[in-house]
């Protein structure tokens, strides 16, 4: 049997970061962006505004995707929370999709993803 494995990814987020690529396509680096508000903390900061309700919505679509472009299992890490909180709801987002698809879905917690900003901000 085939099967089509995402081993490496971060499914579970808001926000888009699209923009970045403009500013890398001219030369600026991660830390330029992420100076500029971008980077992971965006993603970060986005993903504490959105509900749990909503990021399922957004995961179910992104798992459908994967789904039609032939991938059978998701590693889906978490680390977009930075905080037990909204890492928590990130694990609780992947547990409840397990119900609402075909492919099969592997958990890992990353909590430590990057330096939480307020470590910066002090």
């Keep these: 049997m085939f099967r089509l494995i995402d081993s490496h ?3 579970v987020f808001a926000g888009d970061r699209c923009f970045e690529f403009d500013e890398k396509s001219r030369g600026a680096s991660y830390l ?3 100076k500029k508000g971008g980077g992971i903390h965006f993603t970060v900061s986005q ?5 749990e309700h ?3 919505k957004i995961f179910l679509s992104r798992l459908e995707n994967m789904l039609l472009s032939g991938t059978t299992l998701v590693e889906c890490k978490t680390g977009y929370g930075l905080d ?5 709801k990130l694990l609780n987002v992947i547990e409840r999709a397990k119900h609402f698809t075909q ?3 592997v958990t ?3 909590g430590a993803h990057a330096i939480p900003r307020f470590y910066f901000d002090r």
């Design 54 to 56: 909503g990021l399922l």
């Design 84 to 88: 037990l909180e909204t890492e928590i």
């Design 47 to 51: 993903t504490k505004l959105v509900s």
């Design 9 to 11: 990814s971060h499914p």
């Design 103 to 105: 492919l099969d879905l």
């Design 108 to 110: 890992t917690f990353l």
């Design 32 to 34: 330029d962006i992420h």
